[in-house]
Nanobody, 123 residues
Framework: VQLQASGGGLVQAGGSLRLSCSASGQTFSNYGMGWFRQAPGKEREFVGAVTRVGGITYYADSVKGRFTISRDNAKNTVYLQMNSLAPEDTAVYYC?????????????????WGQGTLVTVSS
């Protein structure tokens, strides 16, 4: 699976962005999808995930209530809607695909990774 993340940019605190991750190469609906982020000088961390057909989502506490993951299997795309952004959300955001049928958090459970898209939130 090849993954291409897009939609990053510069936004003011309190604003919103929607990231997209387009997949190609294999049957998209066979994969659970996750979003991760890596802030400057920090390790990459789990943001959220969605199961293969989108029935279940799970979020890190730091983004719960502000971020929403959805997917459109017909378009081979997963989305990360980010609202009420804060400077601490500044990071490179990555999408990843897992063969697991359930929600998984550890990075090593993901089989494919996109290249990342930078989100910068100004105060």
């Amino acid at each position: 699976v090849q993954l291409q993340a897009s939609g990053g940019g510069l936004v003011q605190a309190g604003g919103s962005l929607r990231l997209s991750c387009s997949a190609s190469g294999q049957t998209f609906s066979n994969y659970g999808m996750g979003w991760f982020r890596q802030a400057p000088g920090k390790e990459r961390e789990f943001v959220g995930a969605v199961t293969r057909v989108g029935g279940i989502t799970y979020y890190a506490d730091s983004v719960k209530g502000r971020f929403t993951i959805s997917r459109d299997n017909a378009k081979n795309t997963v989305y990360l809607q980010m609202n009420s952004l804060a400077p601490e959300d500044t990071a490179v955001y990555y999408c990843a695909a897992t063969r697991s049928a359930s929600i998984v958090l550890p990075e090593n459970q993901y089989n494919y990774w996109g290249q990342g898209t930078l989100v910068t939130v100004s105060s």
